[in-house]
């Protein structure tokens, strides 16, 4: 058993983590494994991962080290009582030096940052495909890759030294800044691909590259894989100095064109090559790369020279992951047997022998790779509630090593052994592996670190072992505790950790639970009956903002606000719902607004002499159903004056519904209440019964509920404006006209309801160009990557701490500008905002103001 009493006595209670549920978090990887641990530690320091190895010699439960979490293989999975050493933490990047072209960094750093941090002078070469999370001290661990291997290599050929904790806690320094070195056993290289198996790596001297003067990318297209296979070996040999050769096959560019749509070429094989270096170099290497095509019947190559173009070329191999996890509903890509090394001649045998396999056996594959480092992928895709599909794959595998060994290859080309290839390891290492097995004992005699990795037991692996979809084999057929729908877009995610740099929860809060990932895990523990809805697990749903950033990035488009919304309902069926969001849903039922205030007190925020016309009878017909919402109509009286200034200004024919106008019920929808279905059928039929043709209203989160969740619940078909589109449109027919009448810096928020959820990104700035001209600003994550506000999802009802700490990190980034104004076009958005810049006023030193967007155009009406 792990001592957690002692781990928090030495480490300190703010560094160890001993829920359930953030262990249950910490249980999966991109395999079919699951391993869940005792506790997890994230060390600020050298000496803290000494004291953690100290007591786990003397007390005997294993570690295991963990960067981002992105693994293929199993290896940062527990298979016996331990600790996971979360390094996370460790992430400062603390020295470059250009002039000695070297970098030294904690394990921590993000692959991107580090890179983000050197441009425009040099780069880190090694490039994974999760390099946008993935951690230096991670790549370093399972010697990781990436698509520019077959010129610059692999990570190890870019570290110059290393600081490594070893087992009994003793610190060891490796290698040298110097550019090379001769002197005793390359202890450097021995820890590259350990996989954390002797060592936790704290400290990385890494090699920096020259950013090449110019770059171009080739696309060829071939009828025959043996010739797109000869072309590479030509080029290859004539020392032509490919940056990047990727190959993707017949099954791959039609998994892309079937559920992309991006109408590839289809061919037997296709080539994407890119060349960098100096421009005449590469201009004399891509005609000479052209010709070998051309001599061995390439249909078409293509180029690109801007990056608008390359982007464009990447585009289908960026693309293909994505594809792979939405051939059918339920389906996904499975990593067993997905990254084999071959000889460069022998990579259109291969391919060609790993289709007949899965034809032989009924299964679906898609192949794609490295090809110019010999690196391919066979990717499987099945149902993972389906066992007849996993017997399927089981037979694959076995039978694809064989072929990969008979070719003189290795099964595992960048991704490493961890459990899901242990089975194979004596097959494919021989007597080495015993070699590897006596180091291993010299160094860690009591099997501290990682242990069950690496094949080093031989106890009869199968590549099922630690299986993560068991239960939920054995669940009935039919059942979907969250729903169908819900469990097919649950069931995409591979765990990769994409999400994690950009969900606002995790954000503020650094748990794995707070993000995408996470909650997915915790989703599916509801799904195989390992885990039952109860407060803990709505606590972490509830603290979702819902703001789709994570599908932004996800590789697959994983709809995670759908599955968070079934699992609230879910939780809510259940009874589980927390007791302030239960009160709000409770006040939206009896007082139709959220706040709890007077259904007559709706028209306080309304001028005076409107509110007065109306209950004369007025304002009461029109073409135009001017819907203010909750948040305007009852928190903020300048929303309600200005939009109702732009409707008189535009001349429109509209009404309003004052006192009668009632909530959209929208944040019952996102409680998870079923109670939302009777809104909407309240509200559908009272608007239908006023003969509007169109709706307009400031409110983002009306917006979204009439124009998307109304239209999937019933069939109103009246058009829906925001404020936004409205003006915009009324600007184009020239019956609105706008001037200067903001000073100062102004920086736009993007909310999620209109942005993300709705697409809603350029109307906003057409406006705010037109009257602020160059005092304008954009924050550097903006549109679809804009940061929320953290008050969405129902989360500022909820919780005020994590809503009011996303909004700060927004306000931050609005004074690190220098923005004097931040305006929205959401009332929550404007409300969070608020809070956070009158709290940080005095530490941001500056009085930033928060606007909606309607009070900058009321303002700059010309009439």
């Known amino acids: 058993m792990v001592p957690i009493e002692k781990l928090v006595e030495k480490l300190g209670a703010e560094n160890v983590i001993a829920d359930r549920l953030e262990n249950l978090c910490y249980s999966r990887d991109m395999s079919v494994h699951r391993g869940v641990p005792e506790a997890i530690v994230t060390p600020l320091t050298t000496a803290m991962v000494s004291d953690l190895l100290k007591l786990a010699s003397e007390f005997g439960f294993a570690v295991i080290p963990r960067g981002a979490g992105s693994s293929v293989t199993g290896a940062i999975l527990p298979v016996v009582p331990s600790v996971i050493c979360d390094l996370s933490k460790m992430n400062r990047i603390k020295e470059i030096r250009f002039e000695d072209g070297y970098a030294v960094v904690e394990p921590g750093v993000v692959c991107a940052d580090l890179n983000a941090a050197l441009k425009p002078k040099a780069f880190f070469a090694p490039d994974p495909g999760s390099s946008s999370v993935a951690t230096i001290g991670g790549m370093v661990a399972t010697n990781a890759s990436g698509l520019r291997a077959v010129k610059y290599g692999t990570t190890k050929d870019h570290v110059l030294g290393l600081e490594v904790v070893l087992a009994d806690g003793t610190i060891i320094k490796t290698g040298t800044k110097a550019p090379k070195a001769s002197f005793g056993y390359d202890l450097t290289r021995l820890m590259a691909a350990s996989e954390g198996t002797l060592g936790i790596i704290t400290e990385i001297t890494v090699k920096l590259t020259r950013t090449p003067q110019y770059s171009m990318v080739l696309t060829a297209v071939f009828d025959k894989l043996e010739d797109a296979g000869r072309s590479v070996s030509e080029v290859l040999a004539e020392g032509i ?17 079937k559920v992309s749509g991006m109408g590839l070429e289809e061919c037997e094989a296709m080539l994407i090559i890119e060349i960098d270096g100096n421009r005449s170099a590469v201009q004399d290497d891509v005609k000479r790369v052209r010709e070998i095509c051309q001599k061995n019947g390439v249909r078409n190559v293509s180029e690109a020279h801007d990056e608008k173009e390359k982007a464009k070329m990447w585009g289908g191999r960026k693309g293909l992951v994505a594809s792979l996890s939405r051939v059918k509903p339920g389906s996904r890509l499975i990593p067993i047997a997905e990254d084999f090394g071959v000889p460069i001649s022998a990579i259109p045998e291969a391919i060609k022998k790993a289709q007949e396999i899965a034809k032989r056996n009924n299964a679906i594959l898609a192949t794609f790779g490295h090809v110019g480092d010999g690196n391919v992928h066979t990717t499987f895709i099945g149902d993972v509630r389906v066992r007849e599909d996993w017997e399927k794959l089981r037979v694959c595998a076995q039978q694809l090593v064989e072929c990969i060994l008979n070719l003189g290859g290795t099964m595992s080309a960048e991704h490493g052994i961890g459990i899901a290839k242990a089975p194979f390891a004596r097959k494919g290492l021989g007597e080495a592996i015993d070699v590897m097995k006596k180091i291993k004992n010299a160094l860690d005699p009591k099997g501290v670190l990682n242990p069950h990795k690496l094949g080093f037991e031989e106890k009869g692996y199968d590549i099922f072992d630690f299986f993560a979809f068991e239960e939920i084999l054995k669940r009935g057929a039919g059942t979907y505790p969250i729903g169908e729908k819900a469990e097919n877009e649950l069931l995409l995610c591979v765990q990769c950790g994409f999400c994690r740099p950009v969900c606002p929860t995790f954000l503020v809060t650094k748990l794995e639970s707070m993000n995408a990932r996470g909650r997915n895990i915790l989703a599916y523990t509801l799904c195989d009956g390992t885990n039952a809805s109860g407060e803990d697990i709505a606590r972490k749903f509830y603290s979702c903002t819902t703001c789709m950033n994570c599908k932004q990035v996800c590789p697959s488009r994983i709809d995670v606000p759908q599955i968070v919304h079934s699992v609230r309902e879910k939780l809510w069926g259940d009874g589980f719902a927390p007791s302030s969001i239960k009160s709000v849903v409770g006040s939206i039922m009896e007082k139709s607004n959220p706040l709890g205030q007077p259904k007559e007190g709706r028209m306080e925020t309304y001028p005076k002499e409107k509110r007065k016309e109306w209950k004369e009878g007025k304002w009461r017909s029109g073409d135009i159903l001017l819907w203010l919402g909750c948040m305007p109509s009852y928190a903020d009286m300048k929303i309600v004056s200005s939009t109702m200034k732009i409707m008189d200004a535009a001349g429109a024919n509209y009404f309003f519904l004052g006192e009668d106008e009632g909530c959209c019920g929208y944040f019952v929808y996102l409680a998870g209440s079923p109670d ?38 019933t069939a109103m078909e009246i058009e829906v404006l925001h404020i936004v589109e409205f003006v915009e449109r009324m600007m184009k027919e020239g019956k609105l006209k706008l001037g200067d009448g903001q000073r100062g810096k102004v920086v736009y928020h993007d909310p999620c309801d209109l942005g993300r959820h709705m697409q809603v990104y350029d109307s906003p700035r057409v406006i705010l160009k037109e009257v602020l001209g160059e005092n304008f600003l954009e924050f550097a994550r903006n549109k679809e990557n804009s940061l929320c506000c953290g008050g969405g999802g129902g989360v500022a009802a909820y919780s005020s701490d994590i809503s009011l700490s996303v909004s700060d990190e927004r306000v931050r980034e609005a004074n690190k500008i220098g923005a004097e104004v931040i305006v929205s076009a959401c009332a929550g958005c404007k409300s969070n905002l608020k809070k956070s810049a009158a709290r940080l006023r005095k530490e941001i030193q500056t009085n930033i103001s928060v606007m909606d967007i309607t009070e900058i155009v009321s303002s700059s009406l010309k009439f």
Not at 241 to 257: H, Y
Not at 678 to 701: D, F, L, Q, W
């Open 241 to 257: 100095g490919l940056s990047i050769c990727e190959i993707m096959d017949r099954a791959s560019i039609e998994v892309i064109n």
């Open 676 to 713: 939302f279905i009777r809104i909407v059928k309240e509200n559908v039929e009272r608007i239908k019964s006023t003969g509007a043709k169109t709706i307009v209203t400031p409110c983002a989160g009306c917006y979204r509920t009439f124009k998307n969740l109304y239209r999937k619940e």
